[in-house]
C-alpha cells in the first residue's frame, strides 16, 4: 500500500493567519492526490483533487500543490468555519486507495 | 441535488455479518460517469476505502478488506450495499457511502465528491 503522512497532526492557528499542511507519498504518485476537510460528526468534503484543481464552489482562499512524493495544502486566510480535520488521499493506479491520518486544526 | 443515505443495523454481533444499504436520490445511480463507494472511520481514527461498485455491478475492493467484502447495485431501487463478513471489534466504525468520481469511466480524477452523512456501526455481543 501506499503509505500517505501529513503533518503537522494538530495545528492551532489564529483567524487570518496563513495554514499549511503537508502530505508526503511513500512512493510517486504523481499529481494524483485529493484534499478533504471534516468538520465534527460531518462527512468529509472534497476540497481539491488533482493536487491542486479546487471543487466547485469551494472557497478560493483554499489550494494546493505538488507533485510527485510531496504534497501542499493551504488556507490563505484562516476563517472560523475552518475548524475542521484535513485529510490527503491518493488515487495512484496501485490499490488500494489511501488517506492520511489527518491533520486537525484548531483556532488559537 | 444528489443525496445520499446509509441505513442499517448500528450494532452486530462478533462473526456476524455486517449489512448496510446506501440510497441514492436525486439522481440516478445508473449514471455511466461514476462508481459508488464506501469507505469507513473507525472512532477517532483516519478513513479507510473499503470498496467501489458501477451500475453494471462491476466492483473493485481494498485488498486487505477483499475476503470479507461483498458491495452488490440494485438499479431498480437506487440503492447499492454493502456486505462484511466474520466481523470483529475492529470493524467498529461510521461507515459513510459516496459517489465516486473514477477514471475507469472516463473522469479525469478519482475522487469520492458527494457523501451520506455517515452510520455507525459497533460490533459488540
Known amino acids: 500500500d501506499i503509505q500517505m503522512t501529513q503533518s503537522p497532526s494538530s495545528l492551532s492557528a489564529s483567524v487570518g493567519d496563513r495554514v499549511t499542511i503537508t502530505c508526503q507519498a511513500s512512493?510517486?504518485?504523481?499529481?494524483?492526490l485529493n484534499w478533504y476537510q471534516q468538520k465534527p460528526g460531518k462527512a468529509p468534503k472534497l476540497l481539491i483533487y488533482d493536487a491542486s484543481n479546487l471543487e466547485t464552489g469551494v472557497p478560493s482562499r483554499f489550494s494546493g500543490s505538488g507533485s510527485g512524493t510531496d504534497f501542499t495544502f493551504t488556507i490563505s486566510s484562516l476563517q472560523p468555519e475552518d475548524i475542521a480535520t484535513y485529510y490527503c488521499?491518493?488515487?495512484?493506479?496501485?490499490?488500494?486507495?489511501?488517506f492520511g491520518q489527518g491533520t486537525k486544526l484548531e483556532i488559537k | 441535488q444528489l443525496q445520499l443515505q446509509e441505513s442499517g443495523p448500528g450494532l452486530v454481533k462478533p462473526s456476524e455479518t455486517l449489512s448496510l444499504t446506501c440510497t441514492v436520490s436525486g439522481g440516478s445511480i445508473s449514471s455511466s460517469s461514476y462508481y459508488w463507494g464506501w469507505i469507513r472511520q473507525p472512532p477517532g481514527k483516519g478513513l479507510e476505502w473499503i470498496g467501489s461498485?458501477?451500475?453494471?455491478?462491476?466492483?473493485y475492493y481494498n485488498p486487505s478488506l477483499k475476503s470479507r467484502v461483498t458491495i452488490s447495485v440494485d438499479t431498480s431501487k437506487n440503492q447499492f450495499s454493502l456486505k462484511l463478513s466474520s466481523v470483529t471489534a475492529a470493524d467498529t466504525a461510521v461507515y459513510y457511502c459516496?459517489?465516486?468520481?473514477?477514471?475507469?469511466?472516463?473522469?479525469?480524477?478519482?475522487?469520492?465528491?458527494?457523501w451520506g452523512q455517515g452510520t455507525m456501526v459497533t460490533v459488540s455481543s
Open positions: 461498485i458501477y451500475y453494471s455491478g462491476s466492483t
Open positions: 512512493q510517486d504518485i504523481s499529481n494524483y
Open positions: 488521499q491518493q488515487y495512484d493506479n496501485l490499490l488500494p486507495y489511501t
Open positions: 459516496a459517489r465516486h468520481v473514477n477514471r475507469i469511466v472516463g473522469a479525469t480524477f478519482d475522487a469520492f465528491d458527494i
